[in-house]
């Protein structure tokens, strides 16, 4: 008996664990997370570097005005990405890490964090979508195309299908 108790045991400990949800520590008032944790057997996606949608196309080939603001830019990304994701089954929920990459507005020495954060809070840590990801932010020298001035890329998780 006492055999078959330890086999049952042993068994046991062998049979995959329920599906868990990822764990995100997230600081009070923080519009990031500070670590995401991905349970094994999770699913991940990896959307690549993502750019603007053309807002004006009057506007001259090259010129901020082509693609918009920081703010705009922003925004035409993260659509972009919530619509790259929903073709895995996936939404900006399940993003775990993002990386977002900056260009100075022509005329500033500074990349505009503020623009860009005005259009992340619109997707992140609202009543509708709660999740926040990891992230990483930085002003980089330029991009592919001159006007743009953001770029973002992410990982999404989501449970084993």
Do not use: K
């Amino acid at each position: 008996m006492r055999h078959l108790l330890i086999a049952g045991l042993l068994l046991a400990g062998c049979a995959p664990a329920a599906a868990q949800d990822v764990r995100r520590v997230v600081p009070p008032r923080s519009p990031i997370a500070n670590s995401v944790e991905v349970p094994p057997g999770s699913r991940l996606v990896y959307v690549s570097g993502t750019v603007p949608d053309i807002a004006d196309p009057n506007a001259p080939e090259g010129s901020v005005e082509r693609y918009g603001d920081s703010t705009t830019q922003t925004r035409s990304i993260l659509r972009s990405i919530e619509q790259r994701l929903r073709e895995h089954g996936l939404g900006l929920a399940d993003i775990v890490m993002m990386r977002v990459f900056l260009v100075a507005p022509p005329g500033q020495e500074r990349m505009d964090f503020a623009g860009m954060m005005t259009a992340y809070r619109e997707f992140f840590g609202t009543a509708a979508q709660p999740n926040l990801p990891a992230r990483s932010t930085m002003q980089v020298a330029g991009l592919a195309v001159p006007g743009w001035l953001v770029e973002i890329e992410v990982t999404a998780a989501a449970p084993p299908r």
